[in-house]
């Protein structure tokens, strides 16, 4: 992973963060883009061959925003249910947190996985459920995306994919 901050950066892409950060806020939850405190952006290069195991993030190091914008190579996220185990490794026992998804907890746990295809110049953000009560992982090369229903174009697409980066976005859970 690679630390950025404002300084090492070129004009151009510290613009660039800004305004993905902007878009982050303003289309989540009615977040004004003042009232977070911003992690410095880290990347992430994954090998063709590599993949990222199933977890949720810890509300130790970022608060309720985790966003990655997806460069070069389409990949497969997938979205499961998070076991106690697995709640328990991210430190999820902050009652702010509890609050702000203390939904009832067991309509999801029988529920399946979500795969979202992200292809590059695509921009994920989990907050509230699927940050909190949710692992995300990649998936490795090789595997096929299965298209919604009703798509007039084939089902699945396979994905084989290069080397990837993503440039992740994280807020912080103290206040401004």
Known sequence: MQDFDSHSL???????????????????????????????????FLKKEGYLLPHVDSVKFSGGIVAGLSLMSSTIMRLKPASPGELDSADNEDSTFD???????????????????????????????????????????????????????TN??????????????RDTNESV
């Open 10 to 44: 070129s004009p151009v892409s510290s613009e660039a963060i800004e305004r993905v950060r902007r878009h982050i806020a303003q289309s989540h939850s009615g977040i004004n883009s003042g009232s977070l405190k911003w992690l410095p952006c880290h990347a992430i």
């Open 99 to 153: 609050a702000a998804i203390n939904s009832d907890n067991k309509c999801i746990e029988n529920a399946g996985h979500v795969d979202l295809l992200l292809p590059p110049l695509s921009l994920y953000v989990l907050s509230g459920v699927s940050r909190f009560r949710y692992t995300h992982e990649l998936l490795p090369s090789g595997c096929e995306f299965n298209m919604p229903a009703g798509n007039s174009q």
């Open 156 to 169: 699945t697409i396979d994905i084989n994919r290069d080397d990837r980066i993503s440039v992740i976005f």
